[in-house]
């Protein structure tokens, strides 16, 4: 591969020395600019692997440069220089398009993270596997289309849907499909920390620094240094953690606790909830400037029942998923049609466990609509209270205990046939000796 280009637009002569020592030393040619006029010409002229950009220039300023970059040099990544503490530039900046920022005085180490960073976009080809995205309807053309533009840049994405829609998936492909794919991806579900072990769950703590701490830990933005963090169900936050969170997105440096410095981190974050932020900040119990800095970029996954070319498509994957021994369970005339009338509030989640269940119970290959066990559609849809899974109402859980007394009446009845032999009872049920093994389990019957 030959040796990468990079274009230096800033007025300021101190500067344009600064970035082309430290780049050239990285390996890199570069050309530099004064200002946008020269800078807009040599991008015309030359191809460019980066581009660094001042945000303040004698004609113009940087976000000009990102804007008109994004219809003649679509494929260039392009940084750009903020003075310090200058978060509403910085924000403008990634909505324009740009790849990611860096703040006055610049720090080098940062720098050649973010450059490092973006030089790995060269030859990156779409590595997301559209196969784990399923459905070919306009919905999901949309998801995937933004999904390859946002993996990118660097800037945050915010992504919303109901509980069951996918959001984790698409968060993975997002980091899959951009330059931090080689690093870690680290899912965290934010409901489901304990307020008090927040700071030490995310920024690590030192042996000694509180009773219990009896080693150092390195915390959840350590183990993503060089990747990307996933805040899941985000809204969930405490406001006290709100203000450290924003911190470390603005300043891109961590204090784990008891320690007296910071420490720069490069971590890209997505985040996620299936609640309204914008309600939540007009309700006070969400921050808003730390509102504004994760949802840079929105990005909506929709809801199965908007999906219904996708569902059978959906479907035929999931049971692939649950063949044993190489036969797939196909679906009936009157399955695939109680599935499409049904209107699935727990969404692609909630199919999933309702094909598992027809799977485990059927008696053979063929899934028929009375081994889907679907509820009618005239009733009324369970409440989705996070992206764990679906609140249930009385109702539905009472439906749920019945389906699972039923699942446990005809498992305990083939053992007790079989005289505990599992292979026989799984074989008498009909279904796979892992399907019987995972159902034994869940049901609590061990």
């Not at 020269?38 to 692997?49: V, Y």
């Not at 909505?95 to 860096?102: N, P, Q, S, T």
């Not at 720098?111 to 960073?117: H, Q, Y």
């Not at 949309?142 to 946002?150: L, P, S």
Request: net charge negative; aromatic share 4%; with cysteine.
């Amino acid at each position: 591969m030959a040796q990468p280009r990079a274009l230096i637009v800033d007025d300021e002569a101190d500067i344009r020395e600064l970035l082309t020592i430290t780049l050239r030393r990285m390996q890199i040619d570069t050309e530099a600019a004064a200002d946008l006029s020269a800078g807009r010409g040599l991008m015309r002229e030359q191809h460019f692997d980066l581009c660094l950009t001042d945000m303040r220039l004698p004609d113009g300023n940087g976000l000009e440069l990102v804007e008109w970059m994004q219809t003649n040099a679509p494929d260039t990544p392009v940084a750009v220089i903020t003075a310090h503490g200058n978060v509403e530039s910085a924000v403008q900046a990634l909505k324009l398009g740009a790849f990611d920022f860096v703040s006055k005085p610049v720090d080098l180490t940062n720098l050649r993270r973010l450059v490092t960073t973006a030089l790995r976009l060269r030859g990156i080809e779409d590595s997301s596997d559209d196969m784990q995205l399923i459905g070919s309807s306009r919905a999901m053309d949309k998801v995937r289309q933004t999904i390859a533009k946002v993996a990118r840049s660097q800037a945050p994405v915010h992504i919303t849907g109901e509980s069951g829609t996918g959001k984790e998936l698409v968060a993975r492909l997002i980091h899959e499909s951009g330059p931090r794919a080689g690093q870690s991806f680290v899912p965290v579900n934010c409901g489901a920390i304990p307020a008090e072990l927040m700071e030490s769950e995310f920024f690590g703590h030192t042996k000694g620094s509180f009773t219990g701490a009896v080693a150092d830990k390195e915390g959840l933005f350590g183990s993503a240094d060089g990747g990307t963090l996933f805040l899941d169900e985000v809204a969930d936050l405490p406001l006290h953690m709100q203000v450290k969170l924003l911190r470390a997105i603005q300043e891109k440096a961590i204090r784990p606790v008891g320690e007296s410095t910071e420490r720069a981190i490069d971590v890209r974050v997505l985040s996620a909830t299936h609640r309204d932020l914008a309600e939540l900040v007009a309700d006070g119990k969400f921050r808003e400037d730390l509102y504004y800095r994760i949802n840079v970029i929105e990005l909506t996954v929709p809801p199965l029942r908007e999906r219904e070319d996708d569902m059978l498509e959906i479907a035929a994957s999931l049971l692939q998923r649950h063949a044993s021994g190489g036969t797939t369970p196909r679906l009936s005339d009157s399955g695939r049609e109680a599935l499409r009338r049904y209107p699935f509030p727990g969404n692609v989640r909630e199919l999933e466990n309702v094909l598992e269940r027809a799977v485990t119970l059927s008696s053979g290959n063929q899934i028929n609509a009375d081994d889907l066990q679907l509820r009618d559609k005239g009733q009324p849809a369970r409440d989705i209270d996070d992206d764990t899974g679906p609140a249930a109402s009385t109702d539905d859980s009472t439906l749920t205990e019945k389906l699972d007394d039923v699942e446990r009446d005809a498992i305990v009845r083939a053992l007790e046939q079989t005289k505990y032999n599992k292979t026989a009872a799984a074989k008498l049920l009909g279904i796979s000796f892992r399907a019987l093994r995972y159902r034994i389990k869940k049901l609590g019957l061990e």
